[in-house]
């Protein structure tokens, strides 16, 4: 069945704590809900602020292609002319095809918040409706606490429904304002209502009982054939619900068609560039979309995966634009290994005992605090490292590192000053450097070492660098783990380095990288591959 998609990541979604987005990005996130195959996008509040106010005027120029974009906004105040009523001028102006307004469906808002009797907020509703269909805007009507007010006052609620039918309401949309709804009780309300009503009927939830993606399923299991929520669960206190889950679940698992299997590829990437604007960090372990959604570290899964990956994923990750992920950990078994050097186009090249000694030393490394996932260059490192047995390129006999602050003129100098000694073919290099620091210091020796027998070391540069702290409880004493991301212009990789010493680790993750380089190009290059075989092997 076609069922039709409301996103409200523009209106609902900002409401979430960390979330804001500026009206450039809500642009940007509404071209790229259309492109998605979204059918309607609430782009805001005309009537409530003039950010949003501006993003409708600014959205008249985005024409979309296949979503419709929505203003929203309140019934018109009570003790006012709907035509005078400046919220239900806003939502006018906006000049959207479709509008969507909230009212009242629990008697306790009626007549504590509001302060009015039943027969004027069914007034307010069906006034609100008609006058915007009077402007040929298609209206899709928000029974607001309709959930809490079903349970409090059937017969109230129903009614407000009703008012907003008669009043021409296309959409009557029941929402779980307050997000305390379970999916046992809600779908017996959504069954009552869908036996009264013919027509299209919606559903908005919110995640305050972690039920917010069940309770839209259930709902649409009993006839519901619009679905609101926000990319990534953004929304108020918990959020809304999610409706990138809610999309793939339709599509995925109750055969449903919501934005077409043809879209469906491209969830993932609409999901992050929207967490990428909203400038929060995407869960890893958010479902069908995160990196970790089909991520296998138990070695047992694994080696079942590589059989056949149904085995432990409950739908192919490409379906959604994912994609499987293998881990290496101190819980990887052989096939974690296998599948690594598939990757980099390795296997085949270790036998069996070569695999089995790596993954010792991988366990063992784990174990020590490293972390080789996010470091593919270390690994890659240790697997040239067991094809080629003693293939170190050179050794390091020591260094040292000074750094000095002098504030003598009242002017404070830093100054770093490192000293180098490699152990390079022939012969034994020393090089001593300032730098911007230890690690710049440091670099400056290792190249003055190496740049007469490796020039090409020159393109490496370091592009990222992350200290992580191992044990929190041993304060300034713990082990620190370094993250650094290098590049050569084509291509980028990490290497990781583990110590209770900052300079010590990240030393460890430089010389990884810099030998790691080295193999790569005594691979590819035979005057090199001679020059380094011939110091490797002593011809
Ligand atoms: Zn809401």
Redesign the pocket.
Known sequence: MRIFTFD?TLR?GTQGESVSFSADDKMMIAQKLDELGIDYIEGGWPGSNPKDKEFFERAKGLGLKHAKLTAFGSTRFARRRVEEDPNVRELIAAATPAVSIFGKSWDLHTARALGIGEEENLALISETVKILKDHGREVVYDAEHFFDGYQSNPAFALRTLEAAKKAGADVLVL?D?NGGAIPARLVEVVAEVRQRFDGTLGI?T?NDSDVAVANTLAAVEQGVTHVQGCMNGY??RCG?ANLVSIIANLELKLGHTTIGRENLPNLSAAARFIAELANLPMRNDQPYVGRSAFAHKGGVHVSAVLKDAATYEHVPPETVGNRQRVLLSDLSGRGNVLYKLKEHGLAGRLDDDARRNLLERIKHMEYQGYELEAAEGTFELMVREALRPGARLFDVIGYEVSTRMINASGAPVNETTATVTLKVGDGIHTATAKGCGPMNALEVCLRQCLAKLYPQIANVRLTDYKVRVLDSRKGTATKVRVLVEWSDQQKSWSTVGVSDNVIEASWIAMLDAIRLELMRLTEQDATTQRVVEDYCWGV
């Open positions: 409200t609902d929402c304002t908005h919110h929304g108020e809304n």
